[in-house]
């Protein structure tokens, strides 16, 4: 196989999805070109972008700080950084969280527009879908962080512990979504100490399957990636990173 040709045409592909997305952010500009003139709001200076793993960590801590201590700051929303973001995107963390509507990332770690980039799926299942999205960010995007985002009382792991446990087939494409979960299922446990250990146990396995992806393990290899587990927890509203 001619690696240097395969190089080349992944080289291609990769400028190509960066011109149409250029492209796509220039109409933007142009349409709103020929809206009425506004006062221009003045610029602020705002803190460097995280640039490494440790940094964006310390910075998603530190929002979810402010978040349990109802001191939320909402950044990065003002007139000035949306025009901004009308040209372009520098987002300093993959969040791949769940669904639930108890655990918006943006919120949990009081980050604003242009902060996150986030991808929801019930349980935090991996597809093709999320794996394309998550290397995006980091290969495209150059993000240093992606976070895998369980929760307490996951309304996913419970349905698949119980489809377990009755052998109940479910329907549409749900079922699909408990297969996934299913080889989480701590077994050592009952109850409802069984859902909270196997949502442990979900984010470790689908945060070992991403950090497995060869382009991505590279980028851990070479220190400009971390993939990591964390946990919020729906009574404290803590989030801890899980070993």
């Known amino acids: 196989m001619n690696t240097d040709s ?3 045409r992944g080289a291609g592909r ?5 011109t149409a997305l250029t ?3 220039a109409v933007g500009a142009g349409v709103g070109a020929i809206r009425p003139a506004t006062a221009a709001t003045p610029v602020r200076e705002t803190p460097p972008r995280p640039a490494t793993p440790e940094e964006a960590l310390r910075e998603l801590a530190a929002g979810n700080r402010r978040w349990r ?3 939320e700051r909402h950044p990065h929303e003002d007139p000035a950084v949306r025009r ?9 963390a993959v969040v791949l969280g769940c669904i639930d509507s108890r655990v918006p990332p943006e919120l949990v770690f009081d980050q604003g527009l242009g902060d996150l980039m986030t991808v929801r799926t019930a349980g935090e299942v991996l597809d093709e879908a999320v794996l394309g999205s998550v290397a995006y960010g980091v ?3 150059g993000i240093p962080l992606v976070v895998v985002l369980g929760h307490q009382s996951c309304g996913a792991v419970r349905a698949a512990i119980e489809a377990e446990r009755s052998g109940q087939h479910l329907p549409a494409h749900m079922q699909y979504l408990v297969d996934q979960i299913r080889p989480a299922i701590d077994h050592g446990q009952e109850g409802d100490a069984r859902i909270d250990a196997t949502v442990s146990a979900n984010v470790r396995l689908v ?3 991403l950090a497995a992806e060869p382009e991505l393990a590279a980028k851990i290899g070479s220190g400009k990636l971390a993939v990591v587990g964390a946990r919020y927890e729906l009574t404290t509203q803590v989030v801890h990173r899980l070993a």
Do not use: C, I, M, N
């Open 6 to 8: 395969v190089a080349h």
């Open 14 to 18: 990769r400028t190509l999805l960066r």
């Open 23 to 25: 492209g796509a952010a």
């Open 69 to 71: 201590a109802f001191r």
């Open 84 to 92: 901004t973001l009308a040209t372009g995107q520098h987002p300093f």
């Open 139 to 141: 290969l495209e995007l």
């Open 207 to 209: 945060r070992s399957k």
